[in-house]
């Protein structure tokens, strides 16, 4: 293992670093501060296999992270997609959501939701409507019941008469 993580309350810290390269590069892009780290970022490197989480590694470690710090596994699937694409991710403002930087110099906001959430056009476009007015471009991530993640673009648009 490159990186060993400890619990320590509410949060996740760096308990010991044996690959200095991968944690440079995690405080490099903010991933890693005063030795934090955010709960899905732990499980995004413990399910890759390169960190343990209090001892234990793989899903075990990813599903205690998940159980521990009350995240949705939906949430954290589309978390260790776009880290696994390279993309820079963090968690968002509003409920449900995560930023990702989309390397065109903007960001988007991401709204996680499961096959069969209930949501209805309203809510969808006020989310929408408020990405749009943080200067986020809006995108839902539905995560089906086998864990495949479908990407789609939500722009909420006015009313044309």
Same mark, same amino acid.
């Given at each position: 293992?490159?990186?060993?993580?400890?619990?320590?309350?509410?949060?996740?810290?760096?308990?010991?670093?044996?690959?200095?390269?991968?944690?440079?590069?995690?405080?490099?892009?903010?991933?890693?501060?005063?030795?934090?780290?955010?709960?899905?970022?732990?499980?995004?490197? +413990?399910?890759? /296999?390169?960190?343990? *989480? &209090?001892?234990?590694? =793989?899903?075990? @470690?990813?599903?205690? #992270? $998940?159980?521990?710090?009350?995240?949705?596994?939906?949430?954290?699937?589309?978390?260790?997609?776009?880290?696994?694409?390279?993309?820079?991710?963090?968690?968002? +403002?509003?409920? /449900?959501?995560?930023? *990702? &930087?989309?390397?065109? =110099?903007?960001? @988007?906001?991401?709204? #996680? $939701?499961?096959?069969?959430?209930?949501?209805?056009?309203?809510?969808?476009?006020?989310?929408?409507?408020?990405?749009?007015?943080?200067?986020?471009?809006?995108?839902?991530?539905?995560?089906?019941?086998?864990?495949?993640?479908?990407?789609?673009?939500?722009?909420?648009?006015?009313?044309?008469?």
């Amino acid at each position: 293992m490159k990186i060993h993580f400890k619990t320590k309350g509410d949060t996740i810290e760096v308990d010991k670093c044996l690959d200095t390269e991968l944690c440079t590069s995690m405080a490099r892009l903010n991933l890693i501060n005063d030795s934090k780290v955010e709960p899905l970022e732990a499980a995004h490197q +413990a399910a890759l /296999g390169r960190a343990t *989480v &209090d001892g234990i590694t =793989g899903w075990e @470690a990813v599903v205690n #992270v $998940l159980q521990a710090f009350k995240i949705k596994l939906s949430m954290f699937l589309v978390y260790h997609d776009l880290r696994k694409r390279g993309r820079k991710v963090r968690r968002g +403002a509003r409920s /449900g959501t995560l930023i *990702v &930087d989309t390397g065109k =110099g903007k960001l @988007a906001e991401i709204l #996680v $939701l499961e096959e069969g959430t209930p949501m209805t056009l309203e809510k969808l476009a006020e989310w929408s409507r408020g990405a749009s007015a943080s200067n986020h471009e809006p995108i839902v991530a539905i995560v089906d019941r086998a864990g495949v993640i479908s990407y789609y673009e939500a722009r909420a648009t006015s009313h044309i008469s």
